[in-house]
Every structure is written in C-alpha cells, then in structure tokens.
C-alpha cells in the first residue's frame, strides 16, 4: 500500500500556470529535495518543477538563510549600505541585489496581501528625497532621473496601515499612478460609506481622486499649513468633496509616519 501523500500549503510558482499563486484548486506534490537541501515540488497542472524558495530572496542564493537575514536586520537598524559591506564584506553589487529581492518580494505579498481594505479615514502625503543630488545642483547634463524624488503615501487613520504608495517625480503622472493603487486595493465606496479622504494642498490629488472616484462616494478635505521661517504660523482646512467635517481632516499620523522614514522599506511601487 503506498503511503498518504503528506499535505502542504505551497501554491505554483509558474507565472504561467492557470493556478499561479493560488490555493484554491492547486495540486502540488512534494518531489524530494534539491542539492541546496531545499524541498521541490512538483505542480500537475503546468507539470513545473520548481523549489520552496522560488519567488523569495532565497532563491539561487550563493548566501546563506543567516546572512540574508543579517542584511536585513542590519537595514533595519539604519546600519548605511557602506557600513554593512564593511561588515560582511561582501561586494557593493552584492548587497544591492538583495535590497532589490527584499523589495521585489515586498512587492508581491503587497499585492496579494493588502486588497479589499475596508472604507473608512485614509491620510494621504509625500515624503521628499533626492537620486544623486537636489534639483538646484542639476546640470543639463544629467540623466532626468535624477533630482527630486517624492514617495506619495496613504494610511488608514483608524489602523495605521500604510496601504500603498509610489515614488516618483512630484507631478501628476505619479500621483495618478498612486491614487490607483489606492483605489486598487480598498473596497469599492459607495454614497452610504464612502472613503473619507485627507491631503495638503498639493493640486494633483484633487484631480486625481475625481477621477477614481464618483463623488458621491468620497467626502475629501485638506489642511494647508502655512509656514515662516520653518515655523507654522497658519492652518487652513477646506472641503473640497461633499461635507467634510473639517474636524476630521488631519494628516498628522501619515506626516509623523513619513518623519520616521526608516520605519519602512520601500520599492518604487508598493
């Protein structure tokens, strides 16, 4: 009598697979173990070979579990790209191609993670940063990446989750492709719960949300601070979409959540 096929929670990781990434209908097989040690599977849909570490940093890695894992703990304790080659040394190219898997593998629990969030008070912001140098230092000479770089960001008020955000040039084209993925990943709003919606006076979003969202099913304010010498001297909040209690319109948590920038770890999209 052949023995029961032990059970295991692994979907195909064939991006070509009718069942990619997905439980429901799946039929994988455990087919032993590779060189690296590492358990195989086989799916009989797609009739693929593949390993436990595919689609993970892991995967082909000439590094150890424990050293992957030290990389990462080693950015999160703010520990510099510079520092943490000196430490390991490791090369340069070396540890930038695991930031890149950390933030690909990122990328792809987001997407399957972080869908149909329930409705409710979502803070949107952008957190500045720079590519090589500040927008005032560019010459005409350099590449149209470079300059100022701007991470637009949502969180859910009541949870604090970051939700999405995207990096790019602080222009339209980047908050259209952020207001999208906020869109993507919430529940539909309707008139009798829509999403309640916070910015600053950035332009951008006002055209951005309108085009997402029917009016009906967003209630949007802003809060503009005016400052002076780095000080604020002035706050003014106005409804933009259907009444907006301006009480509730504040973007305090996501603006103290983009203060603490090493509190997460980003890739262009997320």
């Known amino acids: 009598m052949s023995r029961t096929r032990s059970e295991t929670t692994m979907t195909c990781q064939n991006p070509e697979c009718e069942y990619y990434l997905t439980f429901e209908g799946r039929d994988i097989r455990k087919n032993g173990r590779n060189s690296a040690g590492n358990q195989t599977f086989f799916c009989k849909h797609c009739r693929k070979f593949f390993s436990e570490t595919k689609n993970t940093p892991l ?9 992957i894992k030290f990389i990462y703990r080693l950015l999160c304790e703010k520990i510099s790209i510079n520092g ?15 930031l890149k898997r950390f933030a ?3 990328a792809l629990i987001n997407k399957f993670i972080l869908i149909n969030i329930k409705i409710g008070d979502v803070e949107l912001d952008e957190l500045w940063s720079f590519i090589f140098k ?13 300059g100022d770089y701007w991470i637009y960001t949502a969180i859910k008020r009541d949870s604090k989750l970051l939700i999405c955000f995207q990096g790019g040039k602080r222009n339209s084209e980047t908050c259209e492709k952020f207001i999208n993925l906020l869109f993507d990943r919430m529940e539909l709003p309707t008139p009798n719960n829509p999403i309640r919606i916070s910015t600053d006076g950035h332009h951008d979003y006002a055209n951005e949300i309108s085009k997402v969202y029917c009016e009906p099913c967003v209630k949007y304010g802003q809060i ?12 003014i909040k ?3 979409f259907n009444d907006v209690d301006l009480t509730d319109v504040s973007t305090s ?6 203060n603490n920038p090493f509190s997460m770890s980003f890739s262009p999209t997320g």
Do not use: C, P
């Not at 995967?59 to 050293?67: G, P, Q």
């Not at 948590?253 to 983009?258: D, F, H, S």
């Open 59 to 67: 995967y082909r890695s000439h590094l150890s579990f424990d050293e």
């Open 84 to 98: 943490i080659i000196r430490v390991l040394k490791h090369h340069e190219e070396t540890i930038f191609r695991y």
């Open 104 to 106: 690909d593998h990122a």
């Open 134 to 146: 500040k927008n005032k230092n560019l010459t005409e000479n350099d590449d149209l990446t470079y």
């Open 224 to 235: 503009i601070k005016e400052k002076e010498n780095g000080l604020i001297i002035q706050i």
């Open 238 to 240: 106005r409804q933009i």
């Open 253 to 258: 948590i996501v603006e103290g959540y983009n």
